[in-house]
Structure formats: structure tokens, C-alpha cells
């Protein structure tokens, strides 16, 4: 019988998800059913974990709309992080102007949905949204307005429906603007809007983190100094300060030594550290042909685990690592499990 995820107790108690796991049907052999298969036997001390982190908060980013909106979809997604140990999810939200002109959240039943089964199954979800010109003064209004839609969607759902935080995957370095050189003039404008949506976030509800994805670059180059907020230090700083914690994307498949996850991280865990703020690693797994170095996309999920491995116990005592970032879902899955089998008539 298939598992039902609406009626999960909280799972964030268990060391396993066995207890829910789908029982695998004759005949079914698809990558979901064996993984779930592993876990039928809560009770069984045979049973191993295929949490990938245990004891270490894992999150995931989850780009795509079908998640949200499909509930055989969705429920596919938590039961995955349950499997998998996965706490915390980061999943895009999407707009639709009002009836009255107004941003509104698109699909709100579906989030409502989502964040429901979410929280029965003990999986934590944050809105993330994102854009390269996110961060410019000329579309500040827009970013904020698109925030408000998420705050009042928030606002207007039962205490155990709620987002536990907005998250942010601006990436502006990618944009014309920064290409062309106007580095400081889109680092001071970017701040600027992290400092408006601080602010919004804090005022809407408290309780709320507000965090910002960041590449592992900014750190030890001097074009990225500039003075904000009455103090002068790189970009990484500026932005920590203005984050409850960030998501570095630190990607790269060799966890420890040179030019390894660890390594290139090592200024915003020092910074992280030094203002008593959390710092989450990242691992990639989409496809970069440019760049295979940096992703897992193509390697085995024994490379993969450890990786994870080694690199959570380098800084099992560093008080700035908050745990592990895997981007990104349908890819993750597909390194784990394999490409989807159809279902059989």
C-alpha cells in the first residue's frame, strides 16, 4: 500500500523513516520502491539508515512547480526526504498579479497542501525565490512587493502551515550590469534591498529566518570591499551580516585538502564564527560539462555519501558549520536512484 504522507506523525523524532516507507509491490522495481523497500522493518536493528547525514541538518533546493502543485509529485518529494534524512527544504514560489493589481502567490492551495504534509512528516520549508536583478534599486519595489505576497500568504496560515523562513538565490554576479564592471554600484544596491527585506521579514513575523545563497568567491579579493552600513569588508561579510545564516555554494566533488569544499570555505566559516552566525555547505549534482569538478552529476552515490562523510566529520567541531545544502532535488534523486522507471500498466 502506498505510503500516505498527510497521515505521517512527525518523523524528525525517528532515526529512520522506516516506519512509513512504501512496501514494495510485486513486481515493482522501480528506483523509489527499493530504496523505500530498505526501510519496511522500523524495529529491525538490521535495517542501515540511508539518511546521508546523520545528525547534521540537510537541506535541499527544490526548483520546480510540480512539487507544489501534484500531489502524487509532492508526496514523492517528502517521502524522498524522509528516506534521504532531509530537514529542510527550499522551494521557489511563484507570482500572479491580483485581481486588484497586487502580487499574490500563485497556488495557495497547493502551499497550504504543501506545508501541511510538510510539517506532519517533521521536513521544514522555506520560500526561496530568486533572479540576478533582484538585487538592483530599480527593481527593489518589484522584490519587495513579491516578498509581501509570500508574508501575507504566511501570515494567513494556521501556526502548523507556516514557512520557517524566506530565502534568497539572487546571484548578481551573473547579471550584465556586474560583467560590465559596475561591481561596487550592484554590491551597494544589492545590500541596500537585503537590508529593505531584512527589515520586511523581521516586521511581518520574527520568528522567520531570512537567509541568502552565495558563491564561495567573494572572500580574499579586494574588488569586492566596499563600505556599507558604516563599515568597509568584503562583500561575503556584508551579506552574513545582514542573514540569519547562508548557503555557500561551495561546490566542488573533493570534500577536504586544496581546492576542496572545505578549503574554499574556510573565510565565511571564519567569519561565520567570528559574529556567532551559522554557515551550510553546499554540494552540487546538476550536469556542468564545463566543469565537472564542481558537480557530482555522473559520479556513483558511494562518492557521493562520502563526500558528505568526510567533509561533516572535518567540521563536526566548528561551531560556524550548520550542516549541509544538496542541490538540487530531481537531480539528487537521479544520482541516488537512478533515472525514473514508468510506471507499469
Known amino acids: 500500500m502506498r ?6 506523525t512527525l518523523f524528525f523524532t525517528a532515526i529512520t523513516c522506516a516506519a512509513y516507507a512504501r512496501p514494495q509491490a510485486p513486481g515493482d522495481d522501480s528506483p523509489t520502491s527499493s530504496a523505500a523497500a530498505a526501510h519496511t522493518q522500523a524495529n529491525d536493528s538490521s535495517v542501515v539508515s540511508l539518511h546521508l547525514a546523520p545528525g547534521v541538518e540537510v537541506g535541499m533546493w527544490v526548483w520546480h512547480r510540480e512539487e ?7 508526496e514523492r518529494l517528502l517521502e524522498f526526504c524522509q528516506t534521504y534524512g532531509i530537514t529542510r527544504i527550499f522551494v521557489q514560489v511563484r507570482f500572479l498579479p491580483g485581481p486588484d493589481g497586487r502580487t499574490s502567490l ?17 521536513i521544514e ?18 522584490t519587495l512587493a513579491k516578498l509581501d505576497a509570500v508574508l501575507a500568504f504566511h501570515r494567513a496560515q494556521p501556526a502548523d502551515a507556516r514557512f520557517v523562513g524566506i530565502r534568497y538565490n539572487i546571484e ?15 554590491m551597494r544596491e544589492f545590500l541596500e534591498t537585503a537590508t529593505a527585506l531584512r527589515a520586511a521579514v ?15 568567491f567573494y572572500d580574499g ?20 551580516d545582514l542573514a540569519d545564516f547562508i548557503g555557500l555554494m561551495s561546490y566542488r566533488t573533493q570534500a577536504t585538502g586544496p581546492n576542496s569544499v572545505a578549503a574554499i570555505s574556510a573565510g565565511e566559516l571564519a567569519y561565520g564564527r567570528e559574529i556567532g552566525r551559522r554557515v551550510f555547505l553546499s554540494l ?12 557530482f552529476h555522473g559520479r556513483t552515490p558511494e562518492e557521493y555519501r562520502a563526500a558528505i562523510r568526510e567533509l561533516t566529520d572535518h567540521l563536526a567541531d566548528d561551531d560556524a558549520f550548520g550542516g549541509l545544502f544538496l542541490h538540487q532535488y530531481r537531480t539528487i534523486r537521479t544520482l541516488l536512484e537512478g533515472p525514473a522507471t514508468p510506471a507499469r500498466p
Open 284 to 295: 552540487e549534482t546538476v550536469p556542468l560539462a564545463d566543469t565537472p569538478q564542481i558537480t
Open 125 to 142: 520549508v522555506e520560500a526561496l525565490d530568486g533572479g540576478n536583478e533582484m538585487g538592483f534599486a530599480e527593481n527593489r519595489a518589484d
Open 221 to 240: 579579493q579586494d574588488k569586492y570591499i566596499l563600505r556599507f552600513d558604516g563599515a568597509e569588508k568584503n562583500f561575503h561579510r556584508h551579506i552574513q
Open 202 to 216: 523581521r516586521a511581518a513575523d520574527p520568528a522567520l529566518t531570512i537567509s541568502h545563497d552565495i558563491p564561495a
Open 106 to 122: 500563485a497556488t495557495p492551495e497547493a502551499w497550504h497542501a504543501l506545508l501541511t504534509d510538510a510539517g506532519r512528516a517533521g
Open 3 to 8: 505510503c500516505n504522507i498527510t497521515s505521517v
Open 172 to 186: 548578481p554576479y551573473t547579471s550584465a550590469r556586474w560583467r560590465a564592471g559596475e561591481i561596487q554600484a550592484v
Open 68 to 74: 507544489v502543485v501534484d500531489p502524487a509529485t509532492r
